[in-house]
């Protein structure tokens, strides 16, 4: 039977973490993408996720007022929490927030 040395669990846990910061940084950390269709009264509306990888509310308000530069309606909001299963046992307890808005 082989015995593989600390120094290889080191190397492993350096590669593992230099991945995981690679992959982050090519997420677009706190950036909402919002998702035009037609709004109710057939103008241009736009739906946004709110929450998750640094999005806020506010973020999706910013968002709004750019998309929308004459204004905008909230047609719809929502918000709860969400359950994610841990590895180690018990869950994680996230906020998850959207919202609808409808240009003026």
């Given at each position: 039977?082989?015995?593989?040395?600390?120094?290889?669990?080191?190397?492993?846990?350096?590669?593992?973490?230099?991945?995981?910061?690679?992959?982050?940084?090519?997420?677009?950390?706190?950036?909402?993408?919002?998702?035009?269709?037609?709004?109710?009264?057939?103008?241009?509306?736009?739906?946004?996720?709110?929450?998750?990888?640094?999005k806020t509310i506010a973020?999706?308000?910013?968002?709004?007022?750019?998309?929308?530069?004459?204004?905008?309606?909230?047609?719809?909001?929502?918000?709860?929490?969400?359950g994610i299963p841990q590895?180690?046992?018990?869950?994680?307890?996230?906020?998850?927030?959207?919202?609808?808005?409808?240009?003026?």
């Amino acid at each position: 039977m082989r015995v593989i040395d600390a120094g290889f669990y080191k190397l492993l846990n350096v590669l593992v973490l230099c991945f995981g910061l690679t992959f982050l940084s090519s997420c677009k950390w706190g950036t909402v993408n919002p998702q035009a269709f037609k709004g109710p009264d057939g103008r241009p509306a736009f739906v946004m996720r709110c929450s998750g990888l640094g999005k806020t509310i506010a973020l999706c308000y910013q968002k709004a007022s750019e998309v929308c530069p004459s204004g905008y309606d909230v047609i719809e909001r929502s918000s709860g929490t969400i359950g994610i299963p841990q590895s180690g046992g018990g869950t994680l307890i996230a906020p998850k927030e959207g919202m609808a808005i409808q240009c003026r």
